[in-house]
Each structure stands twice: as C-alpha cells, then as structure tokens.
C-alpha cells in the first residue's frame, strides 16, 4: 500500500492545528465547533497512523521517516525535526491516537457543564499533538521537546480546575518532580551525545552494535571525546542508561519520584484517563524500549530498574489497599502497573513491557472512564465510603467495572492476563533458571514482589468495585435520585475500550497458548515481533521452558484468585473479619498504608524544609539584604542623595542662577587664558 | 588711538558692565538691557578682529559682520520672548523682581 | 586730518560709550537705562562706521535702536513701574559680589589684551584688501556701499546654513511670543466651554 511519508507529519500536526483553532476561537465558535475539532483532528491522526501502520506492515522497510525540515545544524551536530514510524513507535502512535480520540469523544459528554469547555479541548489536543512528536521523534531532542510538552499539558490540565488552590499545588506539585527526572534526562541525552556524537536514534544504535561488536574498530564511536578516554565505555553507558531512567522515573512516576501521581488526579477525570494512565506516563517505558540495546549493554542498570519496577508496584499496590478515594485507588494502581512494566525492562522482556503499556492503556482509560461516569452520576462525589450499592442505578457502568478488574487482575484471558502473565514469567524464569545459567537471590526476591503485587492488586480493584456497587448503599440521600448512566458519546467509549479489554490480549499471545481460537502458532507474539523487541528465551529446551511457563502462569493465575476471592469475600459475607482486623491487630498496619508510608512526610523533613530553610536564608541574605538593601535601594539612595543635593540648586531663584552662570564663564576664561599663555 | 587694542578694552569694559548689571541688579527690565549690552560688546569685538584681518583677507572682514548679524538676529528674538514674559509675570504678580520669577515653579 | 578726525571721533564715542553703559547699569527707573542703552548702542554703530562695516551700521541703528529698544520703551510704558513697584535693589554684599566678578573678568579680558603678542600685528587696521571686481558676473564695485554685494554673496553661500538656522530661531520667537501673549484670550474660551457643558448637559457634549 502507498503511504507517502510526508502524511507523517499531519500526525501530530493535525492535533496542533486543533489546539490553535480551540485556543483562538473557541470561546467564541461555541460548544459544537469545539468538539468537532476537538474530536475530529485527533480521529482524523488516528486514521492516518493506521493507514501508515498498514504500509509499514505492507512493506519490508524497518519505517517510514519523514524529516519536516532541519531544525539545528552547528558543526558536528545535526539535529532535524524528523519523524520516523517504526514498529515501536507505530503501536505507541495508535495507542495515543485510537486511545485518545475515544477518550476526546467522551469528555465531549463528562465536560459539557464545564465553563472552560474549549480550553480543556486545546489543552487535550495540545497533549496529543506532544505525544505523538514525543513517540514519533526520530532522535532524542524532537523526543525531548514532545516529553517537555507532555509534562507541560500535564501540569496545565491538572490544574485544569485552578480556582481551588489544590488543584494548582498538584500541578506544581507533578512539574516539580517532573523537572527532577528531566535533569537525569538531559545528563543523559548530554552523555549520549559526547559518546555516539550523535542524539539520532539510528546512529545511536549503530554506536551501540559496534561496542557490543568487539572486533569493531574504537573510530566508529565519536573520536573526539578525550575526556572520556580513561573511564571504561562500560561505566560510561551505566551512567548513561541511569540517567535516561531517572529521567524515566520521573514520567511515569517510579520510586522516588512517583508521589505525584495520586495528586495528579486533581485533575478532571478524562484527563486522568488520558494523561495519568494510558499515555504520557508511558513515556519513561517507551523511552527505555527505544533504547533497548543501549540498556542491554549495561545489566547494573537493568539490576537498578528491575529493583525499582518490583518496589514500586509492591509500595504502590499496599498504598492502594486502604484508600477510599475511587480515583486514588485507580492511580495507586497506575503507579503499580507501570512499577510492573519497568520490572519487566529490568528482566529483559521489552516486548512484554511494551505489550503492558497497550493493555494496560485499555483497561486502566476504562477504568479511569468508567470512574469518571461514577463519579459524574455522584455529581463529583470521589469518595468510595459514600458509594455503594450503585449497581442497581449504573448496571452498565457496573458491568465496565467488572471488565477492568478481571483485566487488571490478570484472569484468564482478559487481556492484562497475557501482558501480566508474560512480565511475571519473565521474573520467574530469570529467578528460577537464570539468564546465564545462574540463579540470583535478587531476582527471587523481586519476582516474589511482583507475584504478591499481582495478588494484592486483585484484591484492592475487586475491594473498590465492592465498595462502589455492591453492598448496601451509602449514598446521599439527596443524591440518590439524581444517580444516572452517562450520556452521548460517554458509553460508546466505554464499550471500546471494554472490547479492548477483553480481547486486547490477542496481540501477543505467547507461544505456549497458540492453541486458543483466532491464535494459531504463526499468530504467536505478534506485537513483539512487529516491534522487534521479542527475544526468545534461549539456552533451554522447549519442554523445560514449557514446564517453567505453566507453572508461572498457574502460581500468577492462583494468586489474582486468590486475591479477587479474598476481597469477595472480605468486602461481602466476611466484613465483620475485617472490620476485626482493620480495628484491632492491623490498626498500625493499615493507618501507615492510609498515610502512603508516610512518603510525603518523609519529603517534607529531607526535602521540603531544608529547601525552605535554604530558601529562607537567601531570601533573606540576598533578596532583602543583597538586592533590595544594598543595590535597588543604594541605588534609590544614591540618586535621591544627589537630588537632595542638586535640589537646592534649581531654587528657581533667577540671581542664583546668573551668579553661577557668571563664575562658571569666570573660570573658562581663566582656563582658556592659562592654555593661550602656556601655548604662546 | 583708533586701534584693534582699544576697540577690544572698549569691548571688554562694556562686557564687564553687562555682568555687573545681569548679576546686580533685580530689575528684570535691566537685566535684560544689561544682556544686550553684553551682546553689543561681543558684537564690536567680532567686527574689529573682522576688520583688522581684512587686510589679509576680505571674507575673515565678510564673517565677522555676518557672525555680529546673526547676533543682532538672536537678540531681537530674546527680546520679544523674554519681554513678553516679562509681561506676563507683571501681570499675574504686579512685580518685575528677578527673585519673583522663582513664584514660577509653583 | 582724515585720520585725525577717525581717531578723535572714535575716542569720543568710545568714551561716551563707556559712561552710558555705567548708566545704563546703575539707574534705578529702567527709563533711564533704556534710554541711556540707545546712546549706547549708537556709538557702537559709530564705531561700525569707523570700521568699515556700514551695512552692520545701519543694522544696529534700525534693528536695536529702532526695533529692539522701541519694544522694550513700549513694555517700560506698558509696566510703567515706579515708586513702590519698583523692585528693591537688596543690599550691599550682592552688589560687591556681582563686582567682584565683573571685575575679574575684566581684569581677565584686560590682561589677555594687553598680553597679546599677536594683536600688535593688526593694531592699526591696515589697508583693506582689494573688494573683487565683480561677484558673479555682477559689478561689485558700482556704488559707493564699500563691499556690501561681497558680504552678500558670502551670506548666502558660505554662511547659509546659519542664516537659515537664524531664520528658523526668529520664527520660533514669533510663534513663542504670540503663544505667550495668546494666553489670557484662551482661559476665557475655556470658561464658557465649561459654562455651556454644566447648561447643556455631559451626554450633548459627548456627542459633539
């Protein structure tokens, strides 16, 4: 199929264009105009991609690049603004393009109150146009200039709301941290440039196969780099590679940069789905796929994600146990699953991280929608312990419900049991065999994080559908009859993504599973292979591997049961068993999972004060004393003082004057007489 | 007599009397005579030192005279604006003191 | 006998040059220091005459003695100050110091004259040099009004630029003096502006 290359820039263009239009004229086109726009230059992007997606699988090129025009040209340095769809990026670019554009035509229902409809559609728009650059960049500046305005949008929709002081500190709130990550970043974009002399991602990749390559001649990296010339390359790309992933920490809200996340929810609720769970805080993991073999080469880094992913989604997974917030919980447990994506680029499995992003874009933007509908038939009531019962009242809602957790618990053939399954088998076989033949206690470990995470995330979305539909109602007796199912658009978004959910799993069914219907054994890993990211595990039979992968899947399949039975019953016959647990043994255990492990305190001593004390003192030594004492008010005070002083010589006072007029000819004369004598 | 020399001490002695009167007195109507005066003085000694290098040069002569023209011009103007002040601060004060004017910046 | 008379003219004009400017300085009605000016600047126009310099001299008698000193007889009237309305000639010590420095700059300008090596050389106003036979194809020499086709023709070529910059100056002085002089007629305008907006209402006003 032809597809011209040059349509690649309509891609994030075309949401560009809508983010203009919106921004200019939309207060004044009205409500219909914007959500034409709105809606349709996204869908518009989404059918170009797809279109580009069947000519890049159509054709035996690795992707169509198109370079819109060159951007910086200094010396060596050669930076154009160019786009370039590749496998990775064409999976990222229908994720955001298909997920976006279902999320742009329900808010056109969950926003329609709304008094700054058509500023929260340029901001969305804005949002899109940066994420497609971000995943369609063909080197890591265009990546860089897309991840700064992702992280931009962020901020501006999570304070979207800005008359409630809140809301704008969660903004800063998520910029703030976001900008901590962003310096790793940079070091790291600054390092790859002084090692590959290049920040291209094909040339950096050509870099990359000739370290990895030994035979390789040492002049095909960037020869002009004398400073690096007694540090190891090994050492080099480490730092490298933890740079990159500090940066990646930042975005997609890994430990220690993950608090803002659950504040980010200030948010209005599409924005949640969009932003905060299906796209940009993918972006840390989109990047460390992009440079899947730059990670490669540096496994301490790979050790240090790894440990990261499995912590995270164990701290984030405990948090969520206890909060009652329904959009809380759902973050929480965004922070969780990405915990888990980055675990599986710590083992090695980039496909099966990448595979976690889509899925988890489907059913985390249904559940975050299918929230959003609660939460708009509450009249913006978020928290859980005024809900219940609403089955009843939101039957379809109920339903998405339903679907989401099944997915996120990782039952059976829902889609998150593929991603999931394939990420914890990943642990389990580098825990269990070794990827060398060598079994570490770390990896044990940290795959037993992960399979615990699995339970516990089982147990606190089927503890939140508890709470929110089933059981006796909690509702405000005022509230009751105004609960409702959204309209419009709202519930053909849901049914989507609800479809998505349940048969997104199809796009990389593992080997092991060939047998299922539409799969067959030429359909297995078709997302990984697309990509290239898939590594098959070597060094074993396939009978072994088989055994290993059954019984990962049966302890992963038994713990989600386990969990998702627990929480039935817990939250159902059993709630006076709990109800015993949470006020008497668990009491501590619960009020630290309340208080998120204390992580905000813990910021506020280390961080916060000393840097308020800090700021403290330099506003006091240097704004009040330095600059406004000695030089704005020096200054005032020295012109002042020779105004005193030249006042009182514009006396207005006309003798005056002359008197002075007459001495000052009187010396003249006398200097121009001494200069004549002295010269005659 | 007739000489450049003297023409200059004539000059000088007017130029001085000028200065005494501008610094002197607080008659604004004198104090302006007294500035033509000045300017009368600065006049002949540009017409002399004009007509003492004539004798090399028939222009030198030429710019002198034109230069005491100019003046002549400048002093016509000075008179009608500062006169017309003077007008003015007679009307709204009743008062032609130099040290009144200073009423004028309020 | 020529140069007699020039040498004797000269000096009784100098001197009584010299004694109306003391006059001119120290009369107390302003009447008199104009009138004293008017002597004063008609000796200066003698000594034009002595030096050659006619049109200047004619210049001098019709531009200050009769437009100058006409204007400031006719503001004295006008005023007409005297008695109390007279400004009070303040104490000694003002007088003293604007002598003081008068007198410096006498002695200042009295001893670079008499100090000047190179003055001697012109002291006695040599012989003019030849006035040109004609000056642009014009007979320079037709009459008896000495060079006045030269310094002409050399105002308007070589010095233009200052004529016309003197031009620009008395224009502006005229327009300065109208506007002074214009002022009191405007207030009156202003007031029945002011009277036909407090009678007419502020919405006409804005109409208009």
Same mark, same amino acid.
């Given at each position: 199929m032809d597809f011209n290359p040059s349509l690649l820039a309509l891609i994030p263009i075309l949401p560009l264009i809508g983010f203009v239009l919106n921004g200019c004229f939309g207060n004044r086109m009205g409500r219909q105009f914007v959500s034409i726009v709105g809606c349709a230059l996204p869908i518009t992007s989404f059918v170009i991609a797809f279109r580009a997606f069947q000519a890049l699988r159509g054709s035996e090129s690795e992707a169509i690049r198109h370079t819109l025009f060159e951007w910086i040209h200094v010396g060596s340095f050669q930076v154009d603004m160019a786009f370039t769809f590749d496998g990775l990026s064409a999976v990222m670019c229908l994720v955001v393009t298909g997920i976006g554009s279902l999320i742009h035509l329900y808010s056109t229902g969950y926003m329609r109150g709304d008094k700054s409809y058509a500023r929260f559609f340029a901001y969305l728009n804005l949002f899109t146009a940066f994420m497609l650059m971000l995943v369609l960049g063909d080197n890591l500046l265009v990546l860089f200039v897309g991840w700064e305005g992702v992280g931009l949008c962020s901020y501006l929709l999570i304070g979207f709301w800005h008359e409630d002081a809140a809301n704008c500190d969660a903004g800063r709130k998520a910029f703030i941290f976001n900008r901590v990550g962003d310096l790793g970043f940079l070091i790291g974009v600054f390092l790859i440039f002084t090692l590959f002399g290049s920040v291209n991602f094909a040339e950096i990749l050509v870099g990359v196969e000739s370290i990895s390559d030994v035979t390789a001649p040492a002049s095909s990296l960037n020869s002009a780099m004398p400073m690096w010339g007694t540090v190891a390359i090994g050492t080099l790309i480490t730092a490298i590679t933890l740079c990159l992933f500090v940066g990646a920490t930042g975005k997609s809200a890994q430990i220690p940069l993950f608090p803002w996340l659950p504040d980010a929810m200030a948010g209005p609720t599409p924005v949640s789905a969009l932003i905060h769970a299906a796209t940009m805080v993918t972006s840390g993991v989109y990047l460390c796929c992009r440079l899947m073999p730059l990670f490669s080469l540096s496994p301490q880094t790979l050790g240090v994600i790894a440990a990261i992913g499995a912590c995270t989604a164990l701290l984030a997974a405990l948090i969520a146990l206890s909060q009652t917030d329904i959009k809380k919980v759902l973050a929480y447990s965004t922070v969780s699953q990405l915990g888990y994506m980055f675990f599986a680029i710590g083992m090695g499995a980039y496909s099966a991280a990448l595979f976690h992003v889509v899925t988890h874009a489907f059913f985390?933007?249904?559940?975050?929608?299918?929230?959003?509908?609660? @939460?708009?038939?509450?009249?913006?009531?978020?928290?859980?312990?005024?809900?219940?019962?609403?089955?009843?009242?939101?039957?379809?809602?109920?339903?998405?419900?339903?679907?989401?957790?099944?997915?996120?618990?990782?039952?059976?053939?829902? $889609?998150?049991?593929?991603?999931?399954?394939?990420?914890?088998?990943?642990?389990?076989?580098?825990?269990?065999?070794?990827?060398?033949?060598?079994?570490?206690?770390?990896?044990?470990?940290?795959?037993?994080?992960?399979?615990?995470?699995?339970?516990?995330?089982?147990?606190?979305?089927?503890?939140?559908?508890?709470?929110?539909?089933?059981?006796?109602?909690?509702?405000?007796?005022?509230?009751?009859?105004?609960?409702?199912?959204?309209?419009?658009?709202?519930?053909?978004?849901?049914?989507?993504?609800?479809?998505?959910?349940?048969?997104?799993?199809?796009?990389?069914?593992?080997?092991?599973?060939?047998?299922?219907?539409?799969?067959?054994?030429?359909?297995?890993?078709?997302?990984?292979?697309?990509?290239?990211?898939?590594?098959?595990?070597?060094?074993?039979?396939?009978?072994?591997?088989?055994?290993?992968?059954?019984?990962?899947? @049966?302890?992963?399949?038994?713990?989600?049961?386990?969990?998702?039975?627990?929480?039935?019953?817990?939250?159902?016959?059993?709630?006076?068993?709990?109800?015993?647990?949470?006020?008497?043994?668990?009491?501590?255990?619960?009020?630290?999972?309340?208080?998120?492990?204390?992580?905000?305190?813990?910021?506020?001593?280390? @961080?916060?004060?000393?840097?308020?004390?800090?700021?403290?003192?330099?506003?006091?030594?240097?704004?009040?004393?330095?600059?406004?004492?000695?030089?704005?008010?020096? $200054?005032?005070?020295?012109?002042? $003082?020779?105004?005193?002083?030249?006042?009182?010589?514009? $006396?207005?006072?006309?003798?005056?004057?002359?008197?002075?007029?007459?001495?000052?000819?009187?010396?003249?004369?006398?200097?121009?007489?001494?200069?004549?004598?002295?010269?005659? | 007599m007739f000489s450049l020399t003297s023409c200059l001490y004539i000059s000088a002695f007017l130029f001085s009397t000028g200065v005494y009167g501008v610094l002197g007195r607080r008659n604004i109507l004198v104090v302006l005579m007294s500035l033509e005066l000045m300017l009368n003085a600065v006049n002949l000694a540009l017409v002399a030192f004009g007509r003492a290098y004539a004798a090399q040069d028939l222009a030198a002569a030429h710019t002198g005279q034109i230069f005491a023209l100019m003046v002549i011009a400048v002093a016509a103007a000075e008179a009608a604006v500062g006169l017309s002040i003077v007008l003015l601060v007679w009307r709204r004060w009743q008062s032609i003191d130099v040290r009144d004017l200073c009423r004028m910046h309020g | 006998m020529e140069e007699f008379l020039k040498h004797s003219l000269f000096g009784l004009s100098g001197l009584l040059g010299v004694v109306c400017a003391v006059l001119v300085v120290t009369r107390k009605n302003p009447i008199y220091s104009a009138l004293f000016l008017i002597v004063l600047l008609g000796t200066i126009a003698i000594d034009f005459f002595l030096l050659q310099a006619e049109f200047l001299g004619f210049m001098q008698l019709l531009v200050y003695a009769g437009a100058i000193m006409v204007l400031f007889l006719f503001v004295i009237m006008l005023i007409n100050p005297r008695g109390d309305s007279l400004p009070d000639e303040g104490g000694a010590t003002d007088r003293w110091v604007a002598f003081g420095v008068a007198l410096l700059i006498f002695s200042l300008l009295f001893t670079a004259i008499a100090k000047s090596p190179r003055l001697k050389e012109f002291d006695s106003f040599p012989g003019m040099a030849a006035v040109p036979e004609t000056v642009m194809g014009t007979p320079a020499r037709t009459a008896d009004h000495g060079s006045l086709t030269a310094f002409g023709y050399e105002m308007f070529t070589t010095h233009l630029f200052v004529f016309e910059l003197t031009s620009i100056l008395v224009l502006s002085a005229i327009v300065g003096a109208v506007h002074l002089s214009l002022r009191p007629r405007r207030r009156k305008r202003e007031e029945t502006e002011a009277a036909l907006d407090s009678s007419h209402g502020r919405e006409e006003h804005a109409h208009v």
């Open positions: 985390k933007a249904l559940l975050f929608l299918g929230s959003g509908s609660v @939460i708009h038939a509450m009249h913006h009531e978020q928290d859980m312990r005024k809900m219940g019962g609403l089955r009843r009242q939101l039957p379809f809602t109920h339903l998405i419900f339903i679907i989401g957790t099944l997915a996120i618990a990782g039952v059976p053939f829902f $889609s998150g049991f593929f991603s999931k399954d394939e990420i914890l088998f990943s642990g389990f076989f580098a825990a269990f065999h070794g990827h060398d033949g060598h079994v570490h206690f770390q990896d044990q470990l940290f795959w037993g994080m992960a399979t615990l995470t699995a339970g516990l995330t089982a147990f606190y979305m089927l503890r939140m559908v508890a709470l929110t539909f089933w059981g006796k109602s909690n509702v405000d007796d005022k509230l009751v009859d105004h609960v409702h199912e959204p309209g419009g658009w709202m519930p053909f978004s849901l049914a989507v993504l609800a479809v998505l959910s349940v048969f997104g799993g199809i796009l990389n069914v593992p080997e092991l599973l060939h047998w299922l219907p539409f799969v067959g054994e030429e359909r297995t890993f078709l997302l990984g292979n697309f990509t290239g990211l898939h590594h098959a595990h070597t060094g074993i039979d396939l009978d072994a591997l088989h055994k290993l992968e059954w019984t990962s899947l @049966i302890i992963s399949v038994g713990v989600g049961a386990t969990g998702l039975a627990a929480a039935w019953y817990l939250y159902g016959p059993g709630r006076a068993l709990l109800d015993g647990f949470v006020n008497g043994a668990g009491k501590k255990l619960v009020r630290i999972s309340e208080n998120k492990f204390y992580i905000d305190e813990v910021y506020q001593i280390l @961080i916060v004060t000393p840097f308020q004390f800090a700021s403290y003192v330099m506003f006091i030594l240097i704004d009040r004393f330095l600059i406004d004492g000695v030089m704005v008010g020096g $200054s005032a005070l020295v012109v002042r $003082s020779f105004g005193e002083f030249f006042r009182r010589m514009q $006396s207005g006072f006309v003798p005056a004057y002359l008197l002075t007029f007459g001495c000052g000819a009187l010396v003249l004369l006398f200097i121009m007489m001494s200069l004549l004598n002295g010269a005659g | - | -």
